[in-house]
């Protein structure tokens, strides 16, 4: 029995699928596959067993979650004592939605860590559903988007979710735009408006907008930029989009019910378990620096799929 398997059980257990703790890894799913069914054989249970609705945990499943949790939590923890021993750079994972990555996160990690280095800061993109598996598992330390629930959630910035689209596109000239004729316009989002569980993913699937009508871009400012040239409408937001707006590359649509004024949250595992870097990024986002930061659209921090820092050279 590896930490490798362990890890594969847990995110398995947690997400529901194999194919989705394979995308949190980094790794194929027969990787997964592999190390489930060694554990397995180690044990000599099932652990998780198909069903039409997905996956289900036998009852032993059920009783090693707990510990295979801990134990991979422990892992982490061994990881960053002996980073401490060897004089290394504090270490901070954070994950975060494409919209907040993209406009939020990166200057705030510059700010954030120009004032509490030397900081080693990672930044990955992952979604709100997969979010919550890594911090329980210590994956990453803080989770940068929607509140979460099953987690230590706060506000960390408010913003106002606005309709955009080109001059020449037939309901710029609106007066007022009823919510039923946008479920037949098509959609241009970043990879956060084809996530069910933010608050895009939630307006989209309350106008019963068909997939086929959601176009998903690399990110938000590709999805404005196609929306400027007519393509479609585009969720934006008020104060990113502003300038373009004023240019008169965008229009924000006199949609029923926008703004909407909502907030993306910092979200980390308790007190007792989180780390010192952790919380310290916490009490930053309470100071005007951090505020001003955020609401810069620049930075330099790079942005990746996100990919777990502990065990990816296990697997290969």
Known sequence: MTLTQLEAFVLVARLGSV???????????????????????????P??????????????????VPIASQMVNLAVEAEDAIRRAQGAPELL????????????????????????????????????????????????????????????????????????????????????????????QDWLVDASGADPATEIGMLLARLRVPESRIRVFPSLGAAWAAAADGEGVAPGVAHLVASDVERGRLVVLPVEGTPLDLLWHVNTVGADRRSPMATKLRRFLDTPHAMQAMHRADGSIPVSRFRPPVYVTLWS
């Open 19 to 45: 194919k989705a703790a394979a995308r949190v890894l980094g790794v194929s799913e027969p990787a997964v596959s592999g190390a489930l069914a060694a554990l397995r054989q180690h044990l000599g249970d």
């Open 47 to 64: 652990l998780v067993v198909r069903t039409q609705g997905g996956m289900d945990l036998t009852s032993g499943g059920q009783r090693l």
């Open 93 to 184: 994972r954070v994950v975060a939605t494409s919209t907040v990555a993209e406009y939020v996160a990166r200057p705030l990690l510059n700010a954030f860590t120009a004032r509490h280095g030397p900081v080693e800061a990672t930044l990955g993109v992952t979604t709100a559903t997969e979010m919550p598996a890594l911090l329980l598992e210590r994956l990453a330390d803080v989770g940068l988007g929607p509140r979460l629930s099953d987690l230590e959630a706060g506000p960390m910035m408010r913003y106002r979710l606005v309709v955009v689209t080109g001059r020449r596109h037939a309901l710029a000239r609106s007066p007022h735009v009823g919510l039923p004729s946008l479920a037949g």
